[in-house]
């Protein structure tokens, strides 16, 4: 078997581009120079020269534990009193349902594409496509709002310092917004991951959290009244245990913020070193590492939301928790200003601010991961997407949007949040659902669905509760599957195939018409009988006024999966009922694998190939959409559109024949 590979549309080379429109679209990406896809962890490292997992854990951190500077006055605003119980509520539902969902993913996805592509495996044609897309938006509005709310809290943190309050007092929206320009313009300029700034921010970040918490649980056994007040009044508003577990249930959707960071934990999983001898198709270290990775980001988590909740529901007046009290947005550095010191809640505001910047830094990484992953493959992004830098600029002025929007608030965020981040974790538990269902994994298959069933249900009910997520996630997925399928309209006349493969009887055939006039016939198969060959060749003969003694080799197209945008071609050869040559070919697009033929011919034997088609039946409008949805309709125009879109040069041109 042969095999060439074709050079790709067109052959004149284009002009200069500008400096500017160089600059711009330099690369795929400057964090993943390479090749292959674009973003930042699309060119991980391989597995030996990787970094260890409690490093790339740090990565992780920067978005996972950032949280802790927001968590802790959310959940008082949303439970009140209750705050510390529905928080373990939080850490059960982490523990027992989101890790187990993600050590799974890790296994079944172990090259940080996720649980987006679990599911994508799981359906083709349109509705994958379409499916993939919806969860895009909701992954784009996991990580926009990241970088927003991030900001947002960045900048209460910055407002609320008693030795900047008075400067910055009413600032909040401007300072938010300097913040976000600031994140797009070092991804402008280049952002290479520095997993070691995220190891020393997350060190130094844990071990002032670690000395507030430890400062305020000090408080808290020391002046015993605490403890009682606080039982006290739990008793009275709610009852008893059980009403008060009830309760904590009814409000845990309100504390879901506290889940994120696992698809990020997914994501990063190809910068773990692993073993000397993981290989691409098993990586084993890397899934065992990355377990150790998710379940000790999860354990620490959990440890910091228990107590840090716990402090400051207790320690806290309720009424600096709402908006414009002290606390709002800051809990814990309300606690380290109040009990340790403003020298010392300065440096925790520094600290705060540095890691909830870096936590927009992942977010906009993340982002530029996920988007080229997919929507290039799709033929569903303009060809400028495949850069780095429009897509920042794109991202940061939708940032920009979203900042005004809700007024640069850190409350008005978490269901917007909220809602991506539940949604992709729902995705995740559902994905490995179905996949220890195949595997034949009763108990698994038991245990993930209800965790499914426990994540949707906190969905829907977070959706309830605040629609602003849903209704920021359906913008984001109408945005995305408009854009999208715009560009694959655009697109549709490229070559899309990547490489054309001969069998031997088809190169044999491809060489014996190299000595004479190259003539092809395109033919939609039917019954494939000797009368249908026999009465195609008349056909054409008569339509077309070609010579009795030209002979013609048939060309038939099945169309695969017409959503698919690239792949190779295949090419078969085969002579039926002893005397017709037939080549046979499998493809998305009856006229892309035809062009792409005629050009491959073209290129090996420097001779150029006749086509001949007869006209399809029905509408140009009608024929347009079936071409653009099926890979079929108007055949014959459409082939020579993709043909003089790839060779501009009319004499070297194949020749399309219509009759």
């Given amino acids: 078997m042969a095999t060439t590979e074709h050079p790709g549309p067109g052959v004149t080379e284009p002009a200069p581009p500008g400096r ?45 534990f950032s949280t802790l500077g927001y968590q802790p006055g959310i959940a008082a605003l949303a439970a009140g009193l209750l705050s510390p119980v529905a928080t373990i509520v939080l850490v059960v539902v982490t523990l027992a349902g989101a890790l187990p969902v993600y050590r799974r993913v890790a296994e079944e996805s172990p090259h940080g594409e996720g649980s987006i592509a679990m599911l994508e495996r799981l359906l083709s044609f349109w509705q994958g496509k379409l499916f993939v897309l919806t969860l895009l938006g909701f992954a784009a509005t996991d990580f926009l709002i990241t970088i927003t709310l991030s900001a ?48 020393a921010l997350v060190g130094a970040y844990l071990a002032l959290n670690a000395v507030v918490v430890v400062v305020g649980l000090y408080h808290v056994i020391t002046a015993g009244h605490v403890i009682t007040d606080w039982s006290s009044a739990l008793t009275t508003q709610h009852g008893n245990v059980f009403v008060m577990i009830g309760v904590a249930l009814l409000v845990f959707p309100k504390l879901a913020l506290g889940l994120s960071g696992f698809e990020t934990g997914v994501a990063v999983m190809p910068h773990v070193k ?87 830094a992942s977010a906009m990484a993340g982002l530029l991961n996920l988007m080229p992953r997919y ?22 002025l939708i940032a920009f949007l979203v900042t005004w929007i809700f007024d640069a608030d850190v409350n008005a965020q978490g269901g917007a949040y909220a809602t991506g981040v539940l949604v992709l974790i729902s995705s995740a538990a559902i994905a490995v659902t179905i996949a220890a269902h195949k595997a034949r994994q009763r108990n698994w298959t038991i245990a993930f669905a ?34 999208s399928l715009l560009s694959r309209l655009a697109r549709s006349f490229e070559l899309r195939v990547t490489s054309v493969t001969l069998d031997d009887m088809a190169e044999r055939f491809v060489r014996d018409m190299a000595s004479r006039r190259m003539r092809f016939i395109a033919n939609e198969p039917d019954r494939r009988d000797i009368a249908e060959y026999r009465d195609k060749i008349e056909q054409i003969r008569h339509d077309n006024d070609v010579p ?112």
């Fill in 274 to 360: 692993g073993d000397p001898d993981d290989t691409e198709a098993r990586p084993v270290g890397r899934i065992r590492d990355t377990k150790k990775l998710l379940t000790t980001a999860a354990l620490i988590m959990s440890v910091f939301l228990i107590t840090t909740s716990f402090i400051t529901t207790l320690l806290i007046p309720e009424k600096e928790f709402e908006a414009g009290g002290q606390a709002n947005g800051r809990a814990l550095a309300y606690l380290a200003h109040d009990y340790l010191g403003n020298t010392f809640g300065t440096v925790y505001d520094v600290s705060t601010i540095a890691i909830l910047w870096f936590a927009g």
């Fill in 20 to 64: 500017l429109r160089a600059w711009m679209l330099q690369g795929l990406s400057d964090m993943g120079k390479g090749g292959g896809h674009t973003g930042p962890h699309a060119e991980p490292q391989p597995a030996h020269q990787g970094q260890p997992w409690w490093r790339v854990m740090c990565l992780t951190g920067v978005d996972y």
């Fill in 450 to 483: 209800v965790i499914s069933a426990v994540f949707l249900y906190t969905t829907v009910a977070n959706v309830i509760e605040r629609p602003d997520g849903v209704k920021i996630g359906a913008c984001f997925i109408a945005g995305i599957i408009l854009v």
């Fill in 375 to 396: 929507l290039p493959r799709y033929g569903m992004a303009p060809h400028w997407a495949r850069a780095v830098r429009p897509m920042v600029i794109v991202f940061t």
């Fill in 548 to 659: 009795g003694h030209e002979d013609f080799v048939f060309v038939e197209v099945t169309v695969t999966d017409p959503s698919e945008f690239e792949a190779g071609l295949t090419v078969r050869g085969e002579v039926l009922h002893g005397r017709y040559r037939v080549l046979t070919l499998e493809s998305s697009s009856i006229p892309n694998a035809l062009a792409a033929l005629l050009l491959h011919v073209r290129d090996t034997t420097g001779r150029t190939p006749h086509i001949y088609f007869e006209w399809t039946e029905g509408g140009p409008f009608a024929n347009l959409l079936r071409f653009f949805l099926f890979g079929q309709g108007e055949v014959a125009p459409v082939t020579r559109e993709v043909l003089r879109e790839a060779e501009p040069d009319r004499k070297r041109r194949p020749r399309v024949h219509v009759g």
């Fill in 152 to 199: 947002a809290d960045a900048s209460t943190h910055l407002v609320e310092n008693p030795h900047l309050t008075g400067v910055l007092h009413d600032r909040q929206m401007l300072i938010t917004l300097v913040l976000v320009a600031l994140l797009g313009a070092v991804f402008l300029k280049g952002f290479l991951e520095a997993i070691g700034v995220a190891v």
